[in-house]
């Protein structure tokens, strides 16, 4: 049984920064890809970032020059460091890792606002 689990969330000032970070635990000893979704109120869940086991990254045009995403592959954990926030970057974060199956973390709220 694998698990993600995400924190790192909460309410912010325009312009501010967050870190969230996805532990994986469980019986598996490493995944393909990592990333974070996101889905806002009455919105479809979209791809934020992803990065792959080699490093490769890839990000939403949305969030390109402000948002990093990283993992520590020893400790089966990813990161997304989130700069210059928005108030369109209000949602819930889901983390997403990618072996065989396609697991999926519960999320956690951002939520922008002055």
């Known amino acids: 049984q694998v698990q993600l689990v995400e924190s790192g969330g909460g309410l912010v000032q325009p312009g501010g920064s967050l870190r969230l970070s996805c532990a994986a635990s469980?019986?598996?000893?490493?995944?393909?890809?990592m990333g974070w979704y996101r889905q806002a109120p009455g919105k479809e869940r979209d791809l934020v970032a992803v990065?792959?086991?080699?490093?490769?990254?890839n990000y939403a045009d949305s969030v390109k020059g402000r948002f990093t995403i990283s993992r520590d592959n020893a400790k089966k954990t990813v990161y997304l460091q989130i700069n210059s926030l928005e108030p369109e970057d209000k949602a819930v974060y889901y983390c997403?890792?990618?072996?065989?199956?396609?697991?999926w973390g519960k999320g956690t709220l951002v939520t922008v606002s002055s």
């Open positions: 469980g019986s598996i000893f490493s995944f393909r890809a």
């Open positions: 990065i792959t086991d080699d490093g490769s990254t």
């Open positions: 997403n890792a990618q072996s065989l199956f396609n697991y």
